[in-house]
């Protein structure tokens, strides 16, 4: 590795450079930059560095990504991609939103109410114009005289859908009608989705769309995988569908003996049936953590049960607070990147790119629980 000083950036890098950059004899800066080429699809652009093996392969691992530290911040610059600015983004910032059904029209009603001080504006865009006329008519119109501020909601065209800081898209196929037996309804999603979501991803692309991409459709991080495959940084893709699952294991977890969730149990993984719960991170119990986890991903079929979609906490869990968390640059449930796969777990984001994964010295039993979910991810195919 050599070391080198341009503009007053400090750069480590295997490359050969131009004079431009300086070599020096070691680093001192806190934050340095660390220099790479990489054209596959699945490589990242701009991003930090939490793997230390990083370094000798270009990718992460899920041990190193989950528990491993890096000893210096340093920010990977892959050369062989437009890399999205490294300066520091706008506050608040504007939203765009694709699908107005149950789960999109929930979000934005909590995003209207709760989302003043992080948004600046939401457009929203659905392929029938009645439905955007009717959700401008009525979000415009949650307000209250003591509380705000409230940001503006607009129905945005298709050609100005890429126009905004993070684009969320929330649309879907049908949902299985209650009482149809469908157990696994993200599954029952995937193909149609899949479609539905490609042609926006494309789109985002030809468009040379620099902002995020945020998956709210099920199951979200296999459509992740689809966005990514059509071309734009895996940095840019971010899946909310984890925090709602870490709300219903706390929830269960007060019918359980296991309230102490709350403060030391964590989530992972997919929002679906390869999820995992884990009890407590610091006094893991693997009978206890399976218990809670099959309560967890059961959860929908409860609402189902008494004859209702149980699209609401979902909507305000996962989709609308932990969105605001992340633009607010706050600890909250999504996906991060991990070689090909998008990972859930906790985490914060800096300037909407930089994530901060939360690290723990994570027992044997469970880290042997998060690979064969993550072995499961990494080998699906479309």
């Known amino acids: 590795m050599k070391y080198y000083i341009k503009d007053q950036f400090q750069v480590m890098t295997h490359l050969e450079l131009d004079e431009s950059y300086k070599p020096i004899s070691e680093l001192s800066h806190k934050v340095v930059y660390y220099l790479y080429e990489d054209d596959d699809i699945e490589a990242m652009g701009v991003h930090r560095v939490e793997d230390k093996t990083f370094f000798q392969s270009h990718r992460e691992t899920l041990k190193g990504k989950l528990c491993d530290d890096v000893e210096r911040e340093v920010i990977a610059v892959n050369l062989k991609k437009m890399p999205l600015s490294l300066n520091k983004k706008k506050k608040p910032y504007k939203v765009h939103v694709l699908g107005l059904g149950d789960v999109g029209g929930m979000m934005l009603s909590a995003l209207r109410l709760i ?8 457009g929203i865009f659905d392929l ?41 898209f929330t649309a879907s196929s049908r949902i299985p009608e209650v009482g149809s037996g469908v157990k696994d309804v993200r599954m029952f999603q995937l193909e149609a989705n899949t479609k539905i979501i490609s042609i926006y991803a494309k789109m985002a692309k030809e468009r040379s769309f620099e902002g995020q991409f945020i998956v709210v459709s099920d199951p979200v991080d296999l459509l992740c995988r689809a966005v990514l495959s059509h071309g734009l940084r895996p940095e840019q893709i971010k899946g909310f569908g984890l925090g709602v699952m ?26 679906g049936k390869h999820l995992i719960i884990a009890d407590s991170i610091t006094n893991y119990n693997q009978e206890k953590a399976l218990l809670l986890t099959d309560k967890t991903v059961k959860a929908n079929l409860d609402v189902r049960a008494v004859g209702y979609k149980p699209f609401i906490a979902p909507a305000l869990s996962s989709a609308a607070m932990s969105i605001l968390a992340y633009l607010e640059e706050k600890p909250h449930y999504s996906t991060v990147y991990i070689d090909g796969v998008y990972f859930g777990c906790k985490n914060k984001v800096e300037n909407l790119v930089y994530v901060h994964t939360e690290k723990n010295d994570l027992p044997e039993q469970l880290l042997e629980r998060l690979s064969a979910t993550y072995k499961e991810l990494k080998s699906f195919e479309f």
Not at 250 to 269: F, I, L, T, V
């Open 128 to 168: 029938d114009e009645n439905k955007v006329k009717r959700w401008c008519y009525e979000l415009n119109q949650i307000m209250t005289i003591d509380r705000g501020p409230y940001p503006p909601v607009y129905g945005v065209s298709m050609d100005d859908l890429f126009d905004c800081d993070a684009f969320i």
């Open 115 to 122: 989302g003043g001080d992080t948004l600046e504006a939401i």
């Open 246 to 271: 870490h709300a219903r294991a706390c929830y269960y977890s007060e019918y359980h003996d296991m309230a102490y969730y709350k403060e030391e149990g964590r989530a992972y993984g997919p929002h």
